[in-house]
Each structure stands twice: as C-alpha cells, then as structure tokens.
C-alpha cells in the first residue's frame, strides 16, 4: 500500500494506492491520525488507488470517521471503485461516510 499526502488550500488529499486488509490497515491508521494530530480537520481521502478493503481496513474509516466527528471536522471519500463503493452500500457504510465521484465535488461538499 502506499500512501501520498497533498496540501490543497482548505483540504488535506490523501491518495491510498493497493490493498487495505490486516497488513496495512494499522499503517494507514497511522498515517491519518498523524495528519489529525498534526492539525488536519478536513482530508480527502482518494479512494481510486485502493483495489481491496477488508474489515480490518473498514475499521480503520470508522476510527477516522469517529475521531472527525470528536474535532467537528470533514471526512470526505472520492473515486471508490465500483468494488469498493459495492463493499460500502452492502455493509451500510455509504449511508456514514461524504462519498463524492472526485476531489473536486469533495472539496465543495
């Protein structure tokens, strides 16, 4: 997995690139969290990348959703691929997360 971090004006872009399961979840936990710390209250997270998500992986959303929330932030997911964004509406996950088709309609959300 790997992970690229872009300051824009009023968001932090995020691009995720592989697979989220057991093995990577807790690295890209990390690096989020790390961005929270350090004064990120809007991210966009570019989901495009991203081929595979387990349950491991959809936690981690969850706990960076949750912590968003706590701060009154914006956690905002675009360009899920369809496998992905079908993962989401099956666990009920698209009726808690801001999904856009891209990080320009993110960025007005």
């Not at 968001?11 to 399961?21: A, C, K, Q």
């Not at 979840?25 to 350090?38: C, H, P, R, V, W």
């Not at 491991?56 to 706590?70: C, D, E, N, P, T």
């Not at 009920?92 to 990080?103: H, Y």
């Amino acid at each position: 997995m790997n992970v690229k971090i872009t300051t824009l004006p009023d968001y932090t872009l995020i691009s995720v690139e592989g697979r989220v399961d057991t093995t990577t979840s807790a690295g890209l936990e990390k690096t989020l969290m790390e961005s929270i710390d350090g004064g990120c209250t809007k991210i966009i997270l570019d989901c495009s990348g991203i081929n595979y998500i387990s349950s491991s992986g959809l936690r981690v959303f969850l706990v960076i959703q949750k912590k968003m929330i706590s701060i009154k932030g914006h956690f905002n997911l675009c360009n899920l691929q369809p496998g992905i964004r079908e993962i989401f509406d099956i666990s009920g996950f698209s009726s808690i997360f801001s999904i856009f088709p891209d990080k320009e309609a993110a960025m007005i959300g």
